[in-house]
């Protein structure tokens, strides 16, 4: 993209370090060129039905932290005219009124929401060990594919839903939007059921066993998702060494309830390079052949599944999926500390998406960027990733509507 403007700045720059200040200069070419207007539209239209658009909330967070909420548009032309004016750094979406949220304001009623989840590294940080907080890497990704993974196909298997949209946040996780109809009118009670059956990680800080997974059989989405977790398992144990130093193995060993075979494991793993596959592999050898010799093992028949779901199930910020009116950021918005766009990605492709290819809004705009044709190419790509959930969902209201219809003839 040819801009004349960016060459000049980054006369006065060296090539690939950007700031925040250079947002509001670069966000309205951002949202009259690149952001997908007219297929954001669509989809926030089919996910507020039989609601109009103009009943959505949206919220903005301009320059220096100054938010609004309550905005909303009823059409592509006024949604351009209100990013125009206002220039978001960042853009989040909210619920579905009875009203105009910024009629009604607080005397306004949340009808429908679509079913959200909100997948942070930040809570990892007691598993992860390659970075913390803010901090995120190619191998801390490994645990958002797992979540994403995980989370789509007890979406789509357990609770038939198929309007799911995959978010990039844009620093250190991943959005995931249900929009089918039965999942935007989920009441509260309803939410929360769907946040827990995706719950298995309990206890804080002090809660050194944080998985039970009882004696009996286990039910098929813990299998499926173990079968999951099997897929990367071996690499998360070379990428983040979870046994490997003393500390990472007296963590380890804690999750081990039975003394006798907590004290066995702790000789041999303790006298034998620090490994984590190597380590892993013995444990197991251990733990069978315990298994076997002891008589009454069912307290601990799962104990190897519950340490890989402890290290490596989902771990979601329940608050945002039982609240009916939270407000998530939007996809294709920007991350004000990053430049980088809130891509929509395909599940099955989550475990190929490189944190340095996501694209941002500098190298977009700066076509003398080193990344300038990767992140345009990839930019194509999430825009085509989202229009693709988007006419499947208008393919599914369509008929949702046509139903509706017929049976309201009926009665
Ligand atoms: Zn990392």
Redesign the pocket.
């Known amino acids: 993209m040819g801009l004349g403007w960016a060459r000049q700045q980054n006369a006065s720059r060296q090539v690939g370090h950007y700031d925040e200040n250079m947002l509001p200069e670069m966000l309205p070419i951002y949202y009259t060129r690149l952001f997908p207007q007219n297929i954001f539209c669509r989809w926030l239209t089919c996910g507020s039905s039989p609601q109009p658009l103009s009943n959505r909330e949206l919220s903005f967070t301009l320059a220096d932290d100054v938010y609004l909420r309550y905005l909303s548009f009823s059409d592509q032309k006024e949604l351009q005219t209100l990013l125009q004016k206002k220039c978001p750094h960042k853009l989040d979406i909210g619920a579905v009124y009875n009203t105009k949220p910024s009629v009604g304001r607080h005397d306004a009623v949340v009808l429908s929401r679509e079913l959200v989840f909100d997948i942070d590294?930040t809570d990892y940080d007691e598993v992860?060990t390659?970075?913390q907080e803010a901090?995120?890497?190619?191998?801390?990704?490994t645990f958002m594919v797992i979540a994403c993974e995980i989370i789509d196909k007890t979406l789509k298997e357990d609770f038939g839903f198929q309007s799911i949209l995959w978010v990039f946040s844009g620093r250190r996780g991943i959005h995931c939007w249900v929009s089918d109809y039965e999942a935007r009118t989920l009441d509260s009670p309803g939410r929360g059921a769907v946040a827990d059956y995706l719950c298995l990680i309990m206890g804080g800080d002090n809660q050194n066993k944080k998985v039970h997974l009882g004696g009996d059989n286990l039910h098929t989405s813990i299998r499926r998702a173990l079968s999951i977790i099997d897929k990367y398992f071996d690499k998360l144990l070379e990428e983040q060494e979870f046994f490997s130093t003393s500390d990472r193995l007296e963590k380890m060993l804690k999750m081990i309830p039975d003394e006798t075979l907590r004290s066995q494991v702790q000789k041999a793993l303790e006298g034998m390079p620090d490994s984590s596959s190597e380590r892993w592999k013995k444990f197991i050898s251990i733990y069978e052949n315990y298994c076997r010799e002891a008589g009454n093992s069912r307290k601990i028949r799962y104990l190897a599944e519950e340490i890989k779901i402890q290290y490596c199930y989902p771990r979601l910020d329940v608050n945002v999926t039982k609240g009916f009116n939270h407000l998530l950021k939007s996809p294709f918005s920007i991350h004000p500390k990053t430049g980088k766009v809130s891509v929509v990605f395909k599940p099955s492709n989550a475990k190929n998406m490189k944190l340095d290819e996501i694209p941002s809004i500098y190298s977009l705009l700066d076509d003398s960027a080193p990344d300038n044709a990767l992140h345009e190419t990839n930019m194509k790509a999430a825009v085509k990733n989202f229009q693709e959930v988007v006419f499947s969902l208008e393919k599914a209201e369509a008929i949702r509507r046509k139903q509706d219809g017929n049976m309201s003839l009926d009665f």
């Open positions: 590294l992860r390659c970075c901090k995120v890497c190619a191998k801390c990704w």
